[in-house]
């Protein structure tokens, strides 16, 4: 049977609007009818419905001219319908090897974070920082990342997650922030720092990627 979190979203077009909502800072309903393809009002109806299930909810953009533009961006209800990790029986795991070792659920956690960064340098492939980036990009969101690479003007080559499968170990264990930076320069050959953003229930993570 579907959980009641499935059954929630189990119409057309609601999860590609949650899903855009999600890979951005807040979208309006002008900006999804050209995103998904799809009429104004159609849009308007399904997130007036996904905000009253508290799947959704809103805030005013400010604009130069006109009154404030109205936009949706995702709760944290939203993050249940995204991979995560089992974190009762992994934060079990951890907190037992703590009684043992002061310092033993970190030592854990960096052999994983460790072994990953040394699979990932075999498996990414690329000839150039920007071509790693774009490929690792591509298997963080394979994996439940929500991840996507991108490069501008003003941060330059960066890679931009919306969710974080193991946000619940994240929010234990602080020092995890530094381990998964350490992961991408291993896997890029390149410096990169992470910095983390969250508004209502998007958090965003980007790991600016310093190709010199």
Request: one cysteine or more.
């Amino acid at each position: 049977m579907f959980s009641k979190t499935l059954r929630d979203i189990a119409r057309p077009h609601w999860f590609p609007i949650l899903d855009a909502v999600k890979r951005s800072g807040g979208l309006s309903v002008p900006e999804l009818a050209v995103k998904l393809k799809m009429s104004y009002m159609g849009v308007k109806k399904h997130c007036i419905a996904l905000e009253k299930l508290g799947y959704l909810d809103t805030w005013r953009r400010p604009k130069q001219v006109g009154r404030p533009e109205k936009l949706y961006r995702l709760t944290d209800k939203a993050n249940e319908l995204y991979p995560q990790i089992g974190d009762d029986v992994t934060l079990t795991i951890l907190e037992v090897a703590a009684q043992t070792d002061t310092h033993g659920a970190e030592r854990l956690l960096f052999a994983y974070f460790s072994r990953q960064g040394d699979l990932l340098a075999k498996k990414i492939k690329g000839a150039t920082v920007a071509e790693r980036a774009a490929a690792l990009a591509k298997w963080r969101d394979q994996s439940g990342h929500v991840s996507e690479c991108r490069q501008d003007d003003e941060i330059g080559l960066h890679i931009v997650e919306f969710h974080n499968p193991l946000q619940a170990l994240f929010d234990r264990y602080p020092a995890l922030d530094r381990m998964e930076e350490q992961l991408f320069e291993k896997v890029l050959g390149a410096a990169v720092t992470r910095n983390v953003t969250k508004v209502s229930g998007l958090r965003t993570m980007v790991f600016r990627i310093y190709d010199t």
